[in-house]
Nanobody, 124 residues
Framework: QVQLVESGGGSVQAGGSLRLSCAAS????????VAWFRQAPGKEREFVAR?????YYADSVKGRFTISRDNAKNTLYLQMNSLKPEDTAVYTC????????????????????WGQGTQVTVSS
């Protein structure tokens, strides 16, 4: 069992940067596959990035966002640079205690644990 708590959201102008954090409680965080998802108003939740031995990004954020983790601190990060208004959403971290097949990396139903989300608002 693991609990996830996000922080670091806020409001920023287009072109700016934010770093989100996701603190995990519980043991064996090292062995979890972790990811960030986001959901904009009126839209479905979408995959952003994944870290589980390797990293993988949605095309919409590739080259601008970086997912990383500090297993000693049980913390997942999402560095977001060159933010755009279309990045505005509630960002949520997710985790699952196993490796996922490649086809499931971006599928929210594959992840068992979720944080409460943090709002990111990018103004033009």
């Amino acid at each position: 069992q693991v609990q996830l708590v996000e922080s670091g959201g806020g409001s920023v102008q287009a072109g700016g940067s934010l770093r989100l954090s996701c603190a995990a409680s519980g043991r064996a965080f090292t062995y979890y596959t972790v990811a960030w998802f986001r959901q904009a108003p009126g839209k479905e939740r979408e995959f952003v990035a994944r870290n589980g031995g390797s990293t993988y990004y949605a095309d919409s954020v590739k080259g601008r966002f970086t997912i990383s983790r500090d297993n000693a601190k049980n913390t997942l990060y999402l560095q977001m640079n060159s933010l755009k208004p279309e990045d505005t959403a509630v960002y949520t971290c997710a985790a699952v205690a196993r490796n996922l097949p490649v086809l499931m990396w971006t599928n929210s139903s594959a992840y068992d644990y979720w944080g409460q989300g943090t709002q990111v608002t990018v103004s033009s």
